[in-house]
């Protein structure tokens, strides 16, 4: 029976305790970050888009009373809200006399533009209120937990509440310094390691006197404005920030072309580095299955988005499931039964592209095929070196092998992808049997001596393919005489025979494009299903013992 006291009560969210685990691992690794859209400032008191507009349109309507008649979308509205305002705030500044210059009077316009924005922005914000209002959000002390881990954040708000709650002692306990830094230009250099709060659309700090951004991206106009930009490198630390880092997507619609511009280039450049987007569900919203699997799927295979169909009350355990101290994470995960530690072994005949696949999954920890460095001779295949060589080799894999799973058994949390099994090493077998090279497997590498050491548990990824085409990548690798066609197709057929009672999760990685095969090992690791096999009852099967 679950623990009444436990801090996690969603289930949702512990559905996605594999995702909660790939994310601690980023944050302690300074690769996480938060991208924070519209939807957190309905509880912090703010106006969203159509609200703003309509505070924008009644603050004008006295010297523009047109102003009440633009009905278009947010986007359009503001564009052409902002030229009904150009043109009488222009008449009334030359009035004045007192801005001779048009460059001068363009300034003042925007000045003015800006100002009339605050205004409406913070028209319900009160300076004695705003700490309760974050104690009263529903998130949002976890949400600056995240954050002050963080390198960067990204705020596509304007709003400075993210700097507030970092200012406040309690929430943030720093000396002697403001304890973070915020940028707008991506031109900026960070001076901080951590808490850089980035926000791409402008800013405008409650405090009037505050530094503060020039121009805001606030209509259709500057949204294209900034997507042309971008096209020429000017949104390259959001660019950063996608494909370098594991992201969180809050408060977003997924409606915004600059933002899903950016997530269909940053699919492309990293295609396997994927995000989350968490789709926020009121508490009274019901959503079929068929229609979250429709949305699931839409977002993983053209955004390499993983979304996460969240509650207020579950983004607040989710975000709190990440940030806590490793023990009390440890313990709630014992107590509810859920796993921490989740292995995925990727294998297959040599030249089949397990190291190309690896090699796109930064984000995950990832275990190459070998500890140290290899020994020449392994290039060649191994009917082709004398008994001698063969027994020193298999000695050195089996210590390689070895290592890589007393790694593994000594961490406690995350995501594994580890290039080869321990099993693998059975399909090269010549002049001894499988029986033997398992049993040498286990006494020389897995538990040497006394040890009782059991090989990692794991879901086995089998990549297969073509023969021919196998040998034709190994040709510019120099490796074509040693592995001809026939030679790898008689490689793959063991590894199958061996891997079959695991009930492998097969990928074919031929005659195909990469990114596709990338998506396909992707969609296995992200999947919310976790069947690990037991790979060392199976080794002590073959071995007899």
């Given at each position: 029976?679950e623990?009444?006291?436990?801090k996690?009560?969603?289930?949702?969210?512990?559905?996605?305790?594999?995702?909660?685990?790939?994310l601690?691992?980023?944050?302690?690794k300074?690769?996480a970050?938060?991208?924070?859209?519209?939807?957190i400032?309905w509880?912090l008191?703010l106006?969203?888009?159509?609200?703003?507009?309509?505070k924008?349109k009644?603050?004008?309507?006295?010297?523009a009373?047109?102003?009440?008649?633009?009905?278009?979308?947010?986007?359009?509205?503001?564009?052409?809200?902002?030229?009904?305002?150009?043109s009488?705030?222009k008449s009334?500044i030359?009035k004045?006399?007192?801005?001779?210059?048009?460059n001068?009077i363009?300034?003042?316009?925007?000045?003015?533009?800006?100002?009339?924005?605050?205004?409406?922005?913070?028209?319900?914000?009160?300076?004695?209120?705003?700490?309760?209002?974050?104690?009263n959000?529903?998130?949002?002390?976890?949400?600056?937990?995240?954050?002050?881990?963080?390198?960067?954040?990204?705020?596509?708000?304007?709003?400075?509440?993210?700097?507030?709650?970092l200012s406040?002692?309690?929430?943030?306990?720093?000396k002697?310094?403001?304890?973070?830094?915020?940028?707008?230009?991506?031109?900026?250099?960070f001076?901080?390691?951590?808490?850089?709060?980035?926000h791409?659309?402008?800013?405008?700090?409650?405090?009037?006197?505050?530094?503060?951004?020039?121009?805001?991206?606030?209509?259709?106009?500057?949204?294209?404005?900034?997507?042309?930009?971008g096209?020429?490198?000017?949104?390259?630390?959001?660019l950063?920030?996608?494909?370098?880092?594991?992201?969180?997507l809050?408060?977003?619609?997924?409606?915004?072309?600059?933002?899903?511009?950016?997530?269909?280039?940053?699919?492309?450049?990293s295609?396997?580095?994927?995000?989350?987007?968490i789709?926020?569900?009121?508490?009274?919203?019901v959503?079929?299955?068929?229609?979250r699997?429709a949305?699931?799927?839409a977002?993983?295979?053209?955004?390499?988005?993983?979304?996460?169909?969240?509650?207020?009350?579950?983004?607040?355990?989710?975000l709190?499931?990440?940030?806590?101290?490793?023990?009390?994470?440890?313990?709630?995960?014992?107590?509810?039964?859920?796993?921490?530690?989740?292995?995925y072994?990727?294998?297959?005949?040599?030249?089949?592209?397990?190291s190309t696949?690896?090699?796109?999954f930064g984000?995950?920890?990832?275990?190459d095929?070998?500890f140290?460095?290899?020994?020449?001779?392994?290039?060649?295949?191994?009917?082709?070196?004398s008994?001698?060589?063969?027994?020193?080799?298999?000695?050195?894999?089996?210590?390689?092998?070895?290592?890589?799973?007393?790694y593994?058994?000594?961490?406690?949390?995350?995501?594994?992808?580890?290039?080869?099994?321990?099993?693998d090493?059975?399909?090269?077998?010549?002049?001894?049997?499988?029986?033997?090279?398992?049993?040498?497997?286990?006494?020389?590498?897995?538990?040497?001596?006394?040890?009782?050491?059991?090989?990692?548990?794991g879901?086995?990824i089998?990549?297969v393919?073509?023969?021919?085409?196998?040998?034709?990548?190994?040709?510019?690798?120099?490796k074509?005489?040693?592995?001809?066609?026939?030679?790898?197709?008689?490689?793959?057929r063991n590894?199958?025979?061996?891997?079959k009672?695991?009930k492998?999760?097969?990928?074919?990685?031929?005659?195909?494009?990469?990114?596709?095969?990338?998506?396909?090992v992707?969609k296995?690791?992200?999947?919310?299903?976790y069947?690990p096999?037991?790979?060392d009852?199976?080794m002590?099967?073959?071995?007899?013992v």
């Amino acid at each position: 029976m679950e623990s009444t006291e436990s801090k996690f009560q969603s289930r949702e969210v512990k559905s996605a305790w594999k995702y909660v685990c790939q994310l601690r691992v980023q944050l302690q690794k300074n690769k996480a970050s938060l991208v924070l859209g519209a939807g957190i400032s309905w509880d912090l008191k703010l106006p969203l888009w159509e609200s703003l507009i309509k505070k924008i349109k009644e603050a004008m309507q006295a010297k523009a009373p047109e102003a009440m008649m633009v009905t278009d979308a947010p986007g359009k509205a503001a564009l052409v809200l902002f030229e009904i305002f150009h043109s009488y705030k222009k008449s009334e500044i030359e009035k004045k006399n007192l801005y001779t210059d048009e460059n001068l009077i363009e300034k003042k316009i925007l000045s003015d533009w800006r100002e009339l924005i605050h205004n409406a922005l913070y028209s319900e914000t009160k300076e004695r209120n705003r700490r309760a209002t974050i104690d009263n959000h529903p998130y949002f002390k976890e949400m600056i937990d995240f954050i002050k881990q963080s390198e960067l954040t990204v705020n596509y708000n304007f709003d400075d509440y993210v700097e507030f709650g970092l200012s406040c002692a309690d929430l943030n306990p720093t000396k002697h310094e403001r304890p973070y830094q915020t940028v707008w230009s991506h031109h900026a250099q960070f001076t901080k390691d951590k808490c850089v709060i980035y926000h791409p659309n402008g800013f405008l700090p409650f405090d009037k006197k505050k530094f503060q951004s020039e121009n805001l991206i606030f209509s259709d106009g500057a949204f294209a404005d900034q997507l042309l930009d971008g096209i020429g490198g000017g949104l390259s630390t959001l660019l950063h920030v996608l494909t370098k880092k594991t992201s969180i997507l809050i408060g977003h619609s997924l409606t915004d072309s600059t933002l899903l511009h950016l997530l269909r280039k940053a699919a492309t450049i990293s295609p396997g580095n994927y995000n989350y987007f968490i789709r926020f569900m009121r508490d009274d919203e019901v959503l079929d299955a068929q229609s979250r699997s429709a949305i699931f799927e839409a977002n993983f295979n053209n955004y390499n988005l993983i979304t996460l169909f969240f509650t207020s009350a579950d983004i607040r355990e989710f975000l709190l499931a990440i940030t806590i101290p490793e023990d009390d994470f440890l313990l709630e995960s014992d107590v509810h039964g859920l796993s921490t530690k989740y292995c995925y072994y990727i294998v297959g005949s040599i030249g089949i592209g397990k190291s190309t696949v690896l090699s796109q999954f930064g984000n995950l920890i990832t275990l190459d095929e070998w500890f140290d460095e290899r020994p020449s001779e392994m290039a060649k295949s191994p009917d082709g070196l004398s008994t001698k060589k063969t027994m020193t080799i298999d000695t050195w894999a089996n210590q390689q092998f070895g290592k890589k799973n007393n790694y593994l058994a000594s961490k406690k949390v995350g995501l594994f992808l580890i290039d080869r099994s321990p099993l693998d090493p059975l399909s090269f077998v010549v002049g001894i049997t499988e029986r033997e090279r398992a049993s040498s497997m286990l006494t020389q590498g897995i538990r040497p001596g006394k040890s009782s050491k059991l090989i990692e548990r794991g879901e086995i990824i089998h990549m297969v393919g073509d023969p021919r085409e196998i040998w034709s990548r190994l040709i510019t690798k120099r490796k074509e005489a040693s592995w001809p066609p026939e030679k790898i197709e008689r490689l793959q057929r063991n590894s199958m025979r061996l891997y079959k009672p695991l009930k492998p999760r097969i990928v074919h990685s031929t005659s195909r494009r990469e990114i596709d095969v990338i998506r396909d090992v992707a969609k296995i690791i992200f999947s919310s299903g976790y069947v690990p096999v037991d790979l060392d009852a199976e080794m002590r099967n073959i071995a007899n013992v």
